[in-house]
C-alpha cells in the first residue's frame, strides 16, 4: 500500500499539481480510511506517513490529514474508493472567477466534461467542504475545486484519481492561454529607405571593361 501513496505523492509533486507539504491522499478499505499524516510530504512518504482510520471520528484522527473530515463525507456519501486533493495552480486560478470548469481541449472534453467550483468561507478542512463535496460525488462528478484552495478527484483507486487531476489542470492550463491577447507580431527588419541613391555603391569603381576588349 505504501507503494502506491509514494508513486502517486512523487507524481504529483513532479508535475506540479501539490507543493511542499501541501496536499493529502487516501483510500478506503471496507470501514476503514488510509489517509496521509498531518505535514506529511507527498513527494517523499515514509513508513508511518499513512494513517488508519475508520468511518467515524476515533483517537487516530488527530495525526491524519486535516482534511480527513472531508475525505469521510465523500465516501460515506459516494462510491469512491480513492481520493486525491491537490493544489493545481491554473485551476485554483480558474476557480477564483468561474462557477463551473468546462474544458476546451478533446481530452479534457471525453474525460471530465466538467467540474464544479465549490465556493466556502472555510476551505480547508471545514464543515462546509465536508457537508458541500459528497452532493457533487453523489451526483455524478468525479472533481471538484474548491475556490481559491484546491481540486478534489475520486476513483476507483489512486492512480485514477490522479489521473483526473492531471487531465483537470492541463486543460485549465488550456483555458487560460487561449483567453491571453494576441501579441503584435513586430518586424526585425529596418524600415525600407525608398530614397533612390546612386546605382553603384560608393567606393566601388566602374569597372574598365576597355581591358576585355584587347584580348
Do not use: W
Request: with cysteine; aromatic share 6%.
Amino acid at each position: 500500500m505504501l507503494e502506491q501513496f509514494q508513486l502517486i505523492g512523487k507524481l504529483l509533486f513532479d508535475e506540479g499539481l501539490v507543493h511542499a507539504g501541501a496536499g493529502n491522499l487516501s483510500i478506503r478499505r471496507d470501514d476503514k480510511i488510509f489517509i496521509t499524516r498531518t505535514g506529511s510530504l507527498l513527494s517523499m512518504l515514509k513508513e508511518g506517513d499513512i494513517i488508519e482510520v475508520g468511518m467515524e471520528k476515533g483517537e487516530a484522527d488527530k495525526e491524519a490529514s486535516v482534511e480527513l473530515p472531508v475525505h469521510r463525507a465523500v465516501y460515506k456519501g459516494s462510491k469512491a474508493q480513492a481520493i486525491v486533493h491537490a493544489h493545481p495552480a491554473y485551476a485554483i486560478a480558474l476557480s477564483l472567477n468561474e462557477e463551473k470548469i468546462i474544458p476546451q481541449d478533446a481530452e479534457g472534453k471525453y474525460f471530465i466534461k466538467s467540474i464544479p467550483v465549490v465556493k466556502v468561507r472555510e476551505a480547508i478542512g471545514s464543515d462546509e467542504v465536508a457537508r458541500f463535496l459528497p452532493p457533487v460525488f453523489g451526483g455524478g462528478y468525479h472533481g471538484a475545486i474548491v475556490r481559491g484552495h484546491g481540486s478534489y478527484t475520486i476513483g476507483a483507486d489512486l492512480m485514477e484519481a490522479y489521473k483526473l487531476t492531471s487531465t483537470l489542470e492541463n486543460s485549465c492550463k488550456i483555458i487560460i492561454l487561449s483567453r491571453k491577447p494576441a501579441q503584435p507580431q513586430t518586424s526585425i527588419n529596418k524600415p525600407r529607405d525608398n530614397r533612390r541613391g546612386p546605382a553603384i555603391p560608393p567606393g566601388i569603381g566602374v569597372m574598365d571593361r576597355s581591358r576585355y576588349n584587347r584580348r
